[in-house]
């Protein structure tokens, strides 16, 4: 069941470095992280997964079977990227990509080098706006600049490390599934921490106004979330643990972002990279 961590830590014996993935941007996010990972390996696992995940879905016929919440939620992605250029120099020419995968749970990720899925559970129970979709989708974004599955990929990668040499006696070509399992699994199903997902709502929330949609839904987006808590909570909330101070940071924030916003909404083009 754990093979793949075998495989992974091989690699964190070659590499392990202190980076940081993203620039501040107006919300100042600047915590070093540690890889023993790197992009590219984490990157072409994820491509790997997405894909294979993709076509699960098309076999199942689960895959943007509605085309207006298809184009909806593709409009949606194509005004949040061209803004992580404040963030990354290269995240605009990521393969980006997204698909609606209809399934009731309410969900949404976005896998390293910008492969997103959006369930239609999220869509329908939440009954989102376009600013609310905006930040969710921004959210799982900024988790991707921030290469958080790469860091967590890594964490494993660390502690797994004494069974290391064993992975040597496993072959090259087996590395790239057990990358790509691993990335899907920090992914979909690993909840972050705390720090991660600070950085993923504050990130979310600029990358939101920037591209002209209200920061403050980030906050009406969770009170949604929280308020469909009860038997069934949101399969989003496990891997986005909620946190007390969540929704006063994300006023604070949104509340410094908003002349970004007020710029996007009359025309202006938000300066990337302040
Ligand atoms: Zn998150």
Same mark, same amino acid.
């Given at each position: 069941?754990?093979?793949?961590?075998?495989?992974?830590?091989?690699?964190?014996?070659?590499?392990c470095?202190?980076?940081e993935? %993203?620039?501040?941007?107006?919300?100042?996010?600047?915590?070093q992280?540690?890889?023993?990972?790197?992009?590219?390996?984490?990157? &072409?696992?994820?491509?790997?997964?997405?894909?294979?995940?993709?076509?699960?879905?098309?076999k199942?016929?689960?895959?943007?079977r509605?085309?207006?919440?298809?184009?909806?939620?593709?409009?949606?992605?194509?005004?949040?990227?061209?803004q %992580?250029?404040?963030?990354?120099d290269?995240?605009?020419?990521?393969?980006?990509?997204?698909?609606?995968?209809?399934?009731?749970?309410?969900?949404?990720w976005?896998? #390293?080098?910008?492969?997103?899925?959006?369930? %239609?559970?999220?869509?329908?129970?939440?009954? =989102?706006?376009?600013?609310?979709?905006?930040a969710?989708?921004? /959210?799982?974004i900024?988790?991707?600049?921030?290469? /958080?599955s790469?860091?967590?990929?890594?964490?494993? &990668?660390?502690?797994?490390?004494?069974?290391?040499?064993? !992975?040597?006696?496993?072959?090259? !070509?087996?590395?790239?599934?057990?990358?790509?399992?691993?990335v899907?699994?920090?992914?979909?199903?690993? #909840?972050?921490?705390?720090?991660?997902?600070?950085?993923?709502?504050?990130?979310?929330?600029?990358? &939101?106004?920037?591209?002209?949609?209200?920061p403050?839904?980030?906050?009406?987006?969770?009170?949604?979330?929280?308020? =469909?808590?009860?038997?069934? #909570?949101?399969?989003?909330?496990? %891997?986005?643990?909620?946190?007390?101070?969540?929704?006063?940071?994300?006023?604070?924030?949104?509340?410094?972002?908003?002349?970004?916003?007020q710029?996007?909404?009359?025309?202006?083009?938000?300066?990337?990279g302040?």
């Amino acid at each position: 069941m754990r093979t793949y961590l075998v495989l992974i830590s091989a690699l964190a014996l070659s590499a392990c470095q202190t980076v940081e993935t %993203t620039k501040g941007g107006t919300v100042g996010v600047d915590r070093q992280q540690r890889m023993a990972v790197s992009s590219e390996e984490v990157n &072409a696992g994820a491509e790997k997964a997405y894909a294979q995940m993709m076509a699960e879905a098309q076999k199942k016929n689960a895959l943007d079977r509605d085309a207006a919440q298809v184009a909806r939620v593709k409009a949606i992605v194509s005004r949040l990227v061209p803004q %992580t250029a404040a963030f990354r120099d290269d995240a605009p020419k990521w393969p980006w990509e997204a698909h609606v995968i209809s399934v009731d749970d309410v969900n949404a990720w976005c896998m #390293p080098h910008g492969k997103m899925a959006v369930y %239609t559970g999220l869509i329908n129970k939440l009954q =989102l706006t376009d600013d609310e979709l905006a930040a969710v989708m921004g /959210h799982e974004i900024a988790h991707a600049l921030r290469e /958080h599955s790469r860091e967590q990929v890594s964490q494993q &990668a660390i502690t797994q490390t004494g069974i290391g040499i064993a !992975g040597a006696l496993f072959g090259v !070509g087996q590395l790239g599934q057990g990358v790509a399992n691993a990335v899907a699994d920090v992914t979909l199903f690993k #909840p972050k921490s705390r720090g991660m997902e600070t950085e993923a709502d504050r990130i979310g929330v600029e990358l &939101a106004a920037r591209a002209g949609y209200d920061p403050h839904a980030a906050i009406s987006l969770w009170q949604k979330m929280e308020k =469909l808590g009860g038997s069934q #909570p949101p399969k989003w909330l496990s %891997t986005h643990p909620p946190h007390a101070d969540r929704i006063a940071d994300l006023q604070n924030q949104a509340q410094k972002v908003m002349p970004l916003y007020q710029q996007a909404k009359a025309g202006g083009t938000a300066s990337a990279g302040k």
